[in-house]
């Protein structure tokens, strides 16, 4: 999917209180539940949980499952590759949610509050959509940029490094186990800034000039004010942006499958590249769906943590 | 503000670091368009830096009509808008029933629409594929315009839920005095007043199933079915693939997303989706 933003926050505002209603006033809006409702329940409720089914059974996707209980669910964490994709899933988190959210803010602050000012807000915005321009790609099609940029023989970069006489920095940038981590998370780096420092931005918007004018007053300087008022108020905008890299770093799959298959051996592969090529390319449909159920669960476990949180710091 | 602290030399080195990090990140942009352009035998002499000597349009051409661009470009604008506009229409039904009506155990079904849309597709995609072969739906656009317009919708429940949930009552009132029953009410005081963010769900479900590459890529197999992310993805890597080549591919691939992005920047760098939150 798009590494974004779906996980906005809920509605922070309470509910107007509705003026009392004749009793029974709530009936009937039931039934404008019932298209979605459905939809729901076919595209997501029914497979969802046939896959949490089949991750206990042995099965090609031919014939009737065969009941394994436990089996899948041993075999995964007695098996490397999986250890190795969630391993790389950590680096993964730190290139997609970490960093962009720690640059992100570094640069969200430098727009608002230095470049605004300083080079007039035209200027401000022109940086900002040039770092988000990459956002709107679609995440195959960046992987096909990145890919042909990184190639080890006909691409840009290696022939760039020769072109200037560093030839000794060229490297097989994907198809090196020791670089192809690496080159990954820069590229998912480049892909993603660009949504914090929109997100950060517009959260800056909100926040009272005042409070500025008062801290410079007191005499606090721009890093001073950066740290303790921006990152403070803004905090809603970290939360999300922070939860929805995290979520979208543990699904990714489009990068993956267009930059290196989740090779050179598995140096870049990750739990949902596995799942695929289990249910695709293996026939262990069994095996796939255990893989999916666990991440789907690790999945929903954050949610329902970032849930809490929220409802917490809003009382 | 005026002008403070931070004279000159500071203001040049800061404006100047940023210029030179932007262009960074267009760079890659810039590389594809530049060796788009250019024959092979101009790379192989020249380099990727170097301007095309003639422009070079037979790489794009030759590549688009050997994929069939066209029919491509037609089955992702399908799939994105019909998905768009009955995502859009499925939200806006659930956010009535649950932000205007406040059916019973709202809250807990704000929670599963939620979850409905951050679920990793993996979990869904071997089942939905067997039903679909069962009731001969796998390789169709359809199979996945229904499968969007769930996950999409979902997502759009749980952010329209919250804008309804504080629609002014009074005009509900009015509309209901007026002897305007709940669907007209809907129709005709609802959706217009909180068009704005009905216009924001609507840009985003087109980019996102735009964009999508997991389930199009399960579904769609056959070549005049395949969305542009789906054609583009699976031809990498593929040996009839040079250089230039690649570089016309993915310059197809990028010239979609950019126009989208030309037109429709307003609402995507303004952090449109956490405004409308507020």
Redesign the interface.
């Known amino acids: 999917m798009t590494a974004t933003s779906r996980l906005e926050r809920p509605a922070r505002r309470r509910a107007v209180p509705s003026p009392a209603r004749p009793a029974g006033d709530r009936g009937g809006f039931g039934l404008f539940l019932l298209p979605g409702l459905l939809l729901c329940l076919l595209v997501i409720v029914v497979p969802l949980l046939m896959t949490i089914g089949v991750s206990f059974t042995r099965w090609t996707g031919v014939g009737a499952p065969e009941w394994t209980g436990l089996a899948n669910y041993r075999r995964l964490l007695a098996d490397d590759t999986v250890w190795a994709s969630f391993r790389n899933i950590g680096f993964l988190i730190v290139a997609m949610a970490v960093l962009p959210t720690l640059l992100g803010l570094a640069l969200a602050a430098l727009l608002f509050d230095y470049v605004a000012k300083q080079a007039g807000p035209r200027t401000a915005s022109a940086f900002r959509a040039g770092f988000y321009l990459p956002q709107v790609l679609p995440v195959a099609v960046t992987g096909i940029v990145w890919a042909w940029i990184l190639h080890p023989g006909y691409g840009a970069l290696n022939a760039i490094l020769t072109g200037v006489g560093l030839d000794p920095l060229a490297r097989n940038w994907l198809g090196d186990p020791t670089y192809a981590l690496g080159s990954v998370m820069a590229i998912m780096i480049w892909f993603q800034l660009g949504y914090p420092v929109v997100m950060f931005v517009s959260g800056l918007r909100r926040v009272d000039p005042e409070l500025y004018e008062a801290a410079e007053l007191d005499g606090a300087s721009w890093w001073a004010r950066t740290t303790r008022i921006s990152v403070h108020l803004i905090k809603p905008e970290i939360y999300v942006v922070l939860v929805t890299t995290t979520i979208a770093a543990l699904k990714i799959f489009g990068p993956i499958f267009v930059l290196t298959r989740g090779g050179p051996g598995n140096a870049t592969l990750v739990p949902s590249y596995f799942a695929y090529q289990n249910f695709f390319e293996r026939v262990d449909v069994g095996y796939g769906s255990t893989i999916s159920t666990v991440l789907t669960v690790i999945i929903v476990a954050l949610v329902a943590v970032i849930l809490r949180v929220q409802r917490r710091e809003e009382d | 503000?005026a002008?403070?602290r931070?004279g000159r030399p500071t203001?040049a080195v800061?404006?100047g670091a940023?210029t030179v990090?932007?262009l960074l990140?267009?760079a890659?942009?810039a590389?594809?368009a530049l060796?788009a352009v250019k024959s092979p035998a101009d790379?192989a002499a020249r380099?990727?830096?170097a301007l095309p000597q003639r422009l070079h349009l037979a790489g794009i051409v030759d590549f688009w009509f050997r994929v069939d661009f066209g029919e491509k470009l037609v089955n992702s604008f399908v799939v994105s808008a019909s998905v768009a506009v009955l995502a859009v229409l499925?939200?806006i039904?659930?956010a009535?029933?649950?932000g205007?009506?406040?059916?019973?155990g709202r809250t807990l079904?704000?929670?599963?629409?939620?979850?409905?849309?951050?679920?990793?597709?993996?979990?869904?995609?071997?089942?939905?594929?067997?039903?679909a072969k069962q009731v001969g739906l796998y390789d169709s656009r359809l199979a996945l315009i229904?499968?969007f317009?769930?996950?999409q919708?979902?997502?759009g429940?749980?952010?329209l839920?919250?804008?309804y949930?504080?629609f002014?009552?009074e005009l509900l009132?009015a509309a209901a005095l007026d002897g305007a029953g709940?669907w007209r009410v809907?129709w005709r005081v609802v959706v217009p007043v909180t068009r704005p963010t009905v216009s924001v769900l609507f840009t985003f479900f087109f980019?996102?199933t735009?964009?999508?590459?997991?389930l199009p890529?399960?579904f769609l197999i056959s070549n005049d079915k395949q969305t542009?992310?789906?054609a583009?993805?699976v031809l990498?890597?593929d040996r009839l693939m040079?250089?230039t080549t690649?570089?016309a591919?993915?310059l197809l691939?990028?010239a979609p997303?950019?126009v989208?992005?030309l037109i429709f920047?307003r609402t995507?760098?303004?952090?449109a989706?956490?405004?409308?939150?507020?």
């Open positions: 503000m002008r403070r931070g203001r800061v404006l940023l990090a932007v990140m267009l890659p942009f590389l594809v060796n790379y380099g990727p830096m499925v939200s039904l659930n009535y029933a649950l205007v009506g406040r059916v019973r079904l704000l929670i599963f629409f939620l979850l409905a849309n951050l679920l990793p597709q993996e979990a869904l995609v071997y089942p939905l594929y067997h039903l229904i499968i317009t769930a996950i919708s979902a997502f429940t749980y952010l839920s919250s804008v949930a504080v002014p009552r009132e709940r809907l980019i996102w735009w964009n999508e590459f997991f890529l399960v542009v992310p789906v583009l993805g990498q890597g040079d250089a690649t570089s591919s993915a691939g990028v997303a950019v989208f992005f920047q995507l760098t303004r952090g989706l956490a405004g409308a939150l507020k």
